[in-house]
């Protein structure tokens, strides 16, 4: 099989398209060719019901792949909660990156820990470096 992934994609779906519908089409034309009206007329009826029955056991096992596939779905969507929660908690601004420590912003209060940081803040109107917390 590593024949048809070494070619190009339009190549190996001519080789294997081709033939195969070829060979489907070709199939009536040479059972007609070699078996009787008669008989092909008796066989009528049954085939009816086998294709009733593939039909039914085909949309059972597609029903079953849909569940699973929707089952793992939600599973990595869940999967995916989680850790965008745990992100959001490890790398919160009031934590900053540690758990169990409280910022000046978490207290409710706007005291600012270090007084060179809150002079910076009053010359520059925004804040530009992380304070220091003693």
Known sequence: MTFLTTLPLWLSAVILIVPTTLLAMAGPVIVRRYVDVNQLRTNNEVAGFKFATVGVLYAVLLA??????????????????????????????????????????????????????????AGHGERHAKPRYH
């Open 64 to 121: 079953f792949a849909v569940v699973v596939v929707w089952e793992k779905f939600n599973q990595a969507e869940s999967e995916v909660a989680k850790e965008a929660g745990a992100g959001r908690n490890r790398f919160s601004p009031n934590t900053g990156g540690r758990s169990g420590a409280r910022s000046c912003h978490s207290r409710g209060d706007d005291r600012l820990p270090d007084v060179r940081y809150r002079k910076r803040l």
